[in-house]
């Protein structure tokens, strides 16, 4: 089991959109576009996404579905996750050093 910080996420099942308080001190245009892709991604492919950071720092897209989801688009999910990832980069790119240098050396 990988040790993760979760920025954020979003669950199609519950409706509901989450960010970690412990990153309230981000700008709030960059939490603003963490919802608005986390929200539109469950809703276009359903399931639950979360943007987490792993061990070195790196941000990495989780999703995952319940069982019993068979509406759940698991390859549309894989194809938009790597979509956001090339559309994202530089938010993504961002999200890492702003983590390694406020958060990684606080813990």
């Excluded at 519950?14 to 603003?32: A, G, M």
């Excluded at 986390?38 to 943007?51: D, M, P």
């Excluded at 509406?71 to 938010?91: F, M, S, V």
């Amino acid at each position: 089991m990988r040790n993760t910080t979760v920025l954020c996420g979003a669950n199609a099942y519950e409706k509901k959109y989450y960010i970690n308080p412990d990153f309230s001190n981000l700008p709030q245009t960059v939490k603003d576009e963490l919802q608005i892709f986390c929200v539109l991604f469950t809703e276009e492919v359903g399931g639950i996404l979360s943007v987490e950071f792993d061990e070195d720092g790196s941000l990495i897209l989780m999703t995952e579905a319940m069982e019993d989801d068979v509406y759940y688009d698991e390859i549309g999910a894989g194809l938009k996750i790597k979509e956001l990832q090339n559309e994202k980069r530089e938010l993504f790119e961002s999200l890492e050093l702003f983590y390694k240098v406020f958060h990684q050396k606080a813990e």
